[in-house]
């Protein structure tokens, strides 16, 4: 269990981490969510007692970090990959990290063999591809059979079997009860493993809610129509009644309908379609979409009109549909004397 | 307390052996539901967090490299001076035998300089600090145990090795023979002193947090005192010379071996009393700068 209560962290003038409270609870994987510059690894760096905080506190366990006399028992971290000696081998960097917690040296050749390392023991870390090292982190963070596991950005430089290796290995610690917190700045990443998520931008707590739920809220499915006689089928479906949208590409998107209805209605009514889809806007649209007005560092394009991702979410369409809705009101109207 | 001896002996499985009672009890209990390991707490101290920075140390190859190009400097060039005091035929009169080892001891004490620094600044350089500090969260249990094992080892290299180097020059040259006190002061005095500068070095490495700032710091401040002492020949500045020659380093080195280049200054054990005291200094600054600033 972590807790965050008002955790701040300023740089000079510039706030990296703005007042965060959240908590991080047992036995599940929560994702900890932001774009790039964040406040992610500071954040991280403040529950570790390695930044101090501008003020706010961080309690593990219920202590402070710098109380737990044992802290690798405690919380086993992955900051990242670089944070081991290079000229000493993979068991001695890890022997020194449990002599210091009185852990059994048992236990080091152990973790080796659950990251797989085992065959690279004796050979010096600073050898080892970016993988390696993450997995070497990993045995790290483990060493102590912590009850709360940290993992900053832990997939980046794993190849998909590593990848698919880190996503079970977090959610088997999870069904052990453990506490499982990972950053990570893929929403599609967090889509498969987390069960919990806290979504921060420039330091500020975004959203903090249950993985199912985010889906629920931010995944919207419609229908995407397409037709030679766009026209036509436009006042068609506001004949029927279906409020449809015009996208940017020249197709029309539907809300609430079926693709079979939608299509035997143009069909009855002979509209040639050149498309009939049943579509989904993806997670990490929407959390785009959340974290559009806090990402730190944007990339200029140079062509005009390559904007930020779609309008999707809460706010497409707002306008056209409350116009949609008035003049709907009023037909209803109409057909009624 | 819980866990029956032998459990606790077998490494557990890190992710495969689920505590079963637990993952039941889980959800309806609160925190009761929480992970607890197998593996048996025993809180750990100054001892454990000691045998861990000397695993550390003994396991890079710096030591080695620092150390053993030490070792050769102080036997080779204790060797060669004796050798051409030997073949010379200069009158050793009252130059004790043993401060022939001075000039050797000066170049090897640029090698503890140098493990002094990088003892704590590679931790910085590589990024293993973060580590560290999240295993040992007590900044003043891992400054004070990096303290000790390298002082212990940078005092017993330099000692044993003033030792041999001493018995070699006695053994070549038939001067006069040492007194005891005399002895200990060329090999536990000096090896004391060398430690101290590497301590020192250590503290500076702590706030300085990069390897070749911090030795280049300390190279200037064995070496800057005695080349601007030498550049100083206006009589106005005759009194702020004699002090920085007495005080540089090499000169209070050679107090320790009875050969002081000044006539007044520090002599005997003095020099070792006033490094210890800069070093406290240095080593509560840099406790302070630990403790502190963000890793």
Redesign the interface.
Known sequence: MIELDGLTKRFGNKVAVDHLSCRVSPGMVTGFLGPNGAGKSTTMRMMLDLDNPTSGTVRIDGRHYRDLQEPLKHIGALLDAKSMHGGRSAYNNLLCLAQSNRIPASRVSHVLDTVGLSAVAKKKSKGFSLGMGQRLGIAAALLGDPEILMFDEPVNGLDPEGIHWIRNLMKALAAEGRTIFVSSHLMSEMALTADHLIVIGQGKLLADTSMADFIRENSRSFVRMRSPEQERLRDLLHAEGVVAVESGNGSLEIDGEGPERLGELAGRNGIVLHELSAQRASLEEAFMQMTAGSVEYHAHSEREGAEPPPPVGPHWGDQWNQQQAGEATADVRTKGV | MTMPPPQA?T??Q???A??QP??QQ??WNG?V???????P????GLG??I???W??IR????TMWTLGVMIVLLIGIGLLTAFAVSVSDAPMDDTPVLSLGFFGVLLGSICVITLGVLTIA??YG???I?????????RARMLIAKSIVFFLLAFTITTVTTGVVGVLQTAMLDGATPDTGFWVRSTVGVGLYVATLGLLSLALGTVIRHSAGAITIMIAVVLLPLVLAMFMFSPTLAGVQEALFEYSIPNQLGAMYDTSVTVSGPTGWEPLWIILGVTAVAMAGAFASLD?R??
């Open positions: 002996q490494p557990p890190a992710h495969q689920p505590q637990q993952s889980q959800g925190p539901g929480q992970y607890a390991s197998p593996i707490v025993r809180t750990p454990d967090a045998a861990s920075e695993t550390k396991s890079v190859r710096s590679s931790e590589t990024g293993m973060r580590t560290t500090l999240t295993a040992c969260p007590s502190r963000d890793v």
